[in-house]
């Protein structure tokens, strides 16, 4: 389980930068990031599958549907 | 992952050699049904019977891990055990994403989070001594958290762990590992969430 | 990983675990929709906590035959009928309506899950509430003094 791959990655400027300031502000790596996001990925894509939906509640309680994957 | 650690093993009175491991299986799961869930159920009703204060009965005798097996592929969550003598002693079941700490030290920080921790009933006094025998092993639960603690480090995250702490075990995780105990969860059944920052988890390391 | 392999260390937390419970999960059925924080006392909340309780009585099982025979934890089972305000999870009520062969929605609303939509369900729960706390409250102890106390209060 823990043998590892590696790949190459091609980015964009905007990409990077994105990258570059959730590092930062995370205080995460920036492949410790990508690997969130992975994980991220695959846990909304499951629930999904399954029939569930994703929002967002902002600070009025109103929902708002996310249109994801 | 497998690596070999030290249990304490209570009859013996010495440290003895057990395995730590992160390839747990459905078979793990259906372990615990088989072994460790009459045992504690019929501990609990004894202790209830016996008029046991309702925060000493423990609430985790429904608890059903094969309810989790969709979980073993899910990325985003960790699953550690512990065997010895050939039987599974302490399951964990961590989430590495989806949330953060709320220490404010720490606000906002991405951090590993205890969704499960169970160890075998035969390892915990309080029921083993229902049943009028003595614990197996010792610092089962220790080295799950050690292990969490770990993973923690190796994402990145720096140490930082939380849990939501059962009323029977805020002692152990404020008082005897030194977490910080910051708020009733009302999201959680007002359960109090508790968090390691970085310096308190290299603390309960040393 | 690279685990601590320093022995005083692991007999140190041995030592200090002794005793404890370390258990992490909260109470069973925490994977399911969240509790919410303890509401007010409501007449439906009662009924809910007064119908739980009959059933099992009608029954004639003890709180951990029911627990058992529910599937439900004993704990929760306790606390929806000694405690008003207690929300159970979702997971719990599902078993106990099919146990009791009622319907899960309507045990859902009468729990404090869902919104009774209308005023029919709030009276009848009420009427309910009302007739169970009597029934249950009164000893026979009870009874006799409420009667002498009656009758001393409709004396000329």
């Not at chain 2, 979980?71 to 960790?78: G, I, M, N, Q, Y």
């Not at chain 2, 009933?121 to 092993?137: E, H, M």
Request: hydrophobic share 40%; charged share 30%; proline share 3%.
């Amino acid at each position: 389980m823990n043998s590892k791959k590696t790949m190459t990655l091609n980015l964009t400027d905007q990409e990077m930068r994105v990258l570059e300031e959730l590092s930062a502000q995370k205080d995460l790596s920036k492949t410790a990031i990508l690997r969130q996001a992975l994980k991220l990925y695959q846990l909304v894509d499951l629930k999904l599958a399954e029939g569930g939906k994703l929002f967002f509640e902002d600070q009025k309680k109103e929902k708002a549907e996310l249109m994801v994957l | 992952m497998r690596e070999v650690i030290q249990l304490f093993d209570n009859a013996a009175k010495k440290l003895v050699d057990a395995e730590l491991f992160d390839e747990v299986t459905v078979e793990h799961f259906l372990e615990t049904q088989k072994k460790w869930r009459p045992i504690v159920k019929d501990a609990a009703q004894q202790l209830y019977r016996a008029g046991a204060d309702v925060g000493s009965i423990p609430q985790h005798f429904h608890w059903d891990w094969t309810s989790k097996e969709a979980d073993l592929r899910v990325l985003a969550f960790t699953f550690f055990g512990i065997s010895c003598g050939g039987e599974l002693q302490g399951l964990m079941k961590l989430a590495t994403v989806g949330h953060v700490a709320r220490h404010p030290e720490q606000k906002g920080k991405p951090i590993v989070y205890v969704d499960y921790l169970e160890t075998a009933p035969w390892n915990i006094k309080v029921l083993t001594q229902a049943q009028g025998k003595n614990s197996r092993f010792g610092a089962v639960g220790s080295r799950l958290i050690e292990a969490a603690v770990r993973k923690s480090q190796e994402e990145g995250f720096k140490g930082r762990l939380a849990l939501h702490s059962l009323p029977s075990s805020e002692p152990f995780y404020i008082e005897t590992c030194g977490m910080t105990a910051l708020e009733r969860d009302p999201a959680k059944q007002n359960l109090v969430w508790c968090e390691f920052t970085p310096e308190q988890a290299e603390t309960f390391l040393s | 990983m690279k685990m601590n392999r320093d022995q005083a260390w692991v007999q140190k937390k041995a030592q200090q675990e002794d005793g404890c419970f370390v258990s992490v999960g909260g109470l069973v059925n925490a994977l399911e929709k969240p509790a919410q924080a303890a509401a007010s006392v409501t007449p439906i909340k009662v009924a809910f906590a007064r119908f739980v309780q009959l059933a099992r009585r009608e029954r004639k099982l003890y709180l951990e035959q029911f627990a058992a025979k529910v599937d439900i934890d004993l704990v929760e089972l306790m606390n929806i009928e000694k405690d008003e305000r207690y929300i159970p999870a979702l997971r719990t009520v599902h078993q106990i309506a099919k146990f009791l062969k009622v319907p899960e929605q309507k045990l859902m609303a009468l729990a404090g899950l869902l919104k009774a939509k209308d005023a029919t369900f709030q009276t009848a729960a009420l009427k309910f509430a009302a007739r169970s706390e009597s029934v249950e409250k009164l000893s026979e102890e009870e009874h006799a003094a409420l009667e002498e106390y009656i009758n001393f209060l409709c004396e000329p």
